[in-house]
């Protein structure tokens, strides 16, 4: 199946910073999305994005598919932007429904 | 809130037993996805129901089986219960058949004993 790597594995910001989180996947995609879970275990789908950029605020997300990787950008990083950050992805024959998840990039932002 | 219920939060059971885990959509939203979070397997997907209809399938034992009802709502049977099941189930819905985009319930914390 699809692996999905993420990096890096951890990552500690003061409050203000801005931060790129990479997802590199192994197969061509229909299907890539960041979640973000935060610290109370409640996850939140941030984008769906198998291609081309996307932006929420102070988050945006990029993906490359033709280089099979995604970016997740946060920028003037909050405390509240803490926990971990997973991106997934279903192969291009997979139907889009079978994501397979990396194991995630934990976040902690500092005063 | 998501909008999202999962029922109970927590349950602990023994080893061989089985238990239901019950997921109610958002209002509107016809597919239901489960995942298991363990520290050992990381996330999985476990299964999609679209409609009352199986829609798509992934890492799932044999001992699990899921439904959608006619009402909507989502049942996750666990049987034979193993160790390694402990976990946090979730239950996420949204509103196509396609995965573009899911709205999670809290979870629902499994201790097998």
């Known amino acids: 199946g699809i692996q999905v790597e993420q990096s890096p594995p951890d990552l500690i910001l003061q409050e203000g910073a801005n931060s790129t989180l990479r997802c590199n996947f192994s197969d061509s995609v229909n299907n890539l999305q960041w979640f973000h879970q935060n610290p109370w275990g409640q996850l939140i789908n941030l984008f769906y994005i198998p291609s081309g950029t996307k932006q929420n605020g102070r988050l945006s997300a990029t993906t490359v598919a033709t280089e099979r990787y995604s970016l997740l950008y946060i920028s003037s990083s909050q405390t509240t932007d803490s926990g971990v950050y997973f991106c997934a992805a279903d192969i291009l024959t997979g139907g889009g429904n079978k994501l397979t998840f990396g194991t995630g990039t934990q976040l902690k932002v500092e005063l | 809130d998501s909008g999202v219920t999962q029922t109970p939060k927590h349950l602990i059971t023994a080893t061989g037993q089985r238990v239901t885990l019950r997921c109610s959509p958002r209002s509107g939203d016809l597919s239901v996805y489960w995942y298991q979070q363990s520290l050992d397997q990381g996330l999985q997907f476990l299964i999609q129901y679209y409609n009352g209809e199986e829609r798509a399938k992934g890492n799932i034992l044999e001992r699990f089986s899921a439904q959608q009802f006619p009402d909507l709502h989502s049942e996750l049977n666990l049987s034979s219960l193993e160790l390694g099941d402990s976990a946090l189930y979730f239950c996420?819905?949204?509103?196509?058949?396609?995965?573009?985009?899911?709205?999670f319930g809290p979870g629902t914390r499994l201790t097998v004993t």
């Open positions: 996420a819905s949204g509103p196509l058949e396609f995965l573009n985009e899911q709205y």
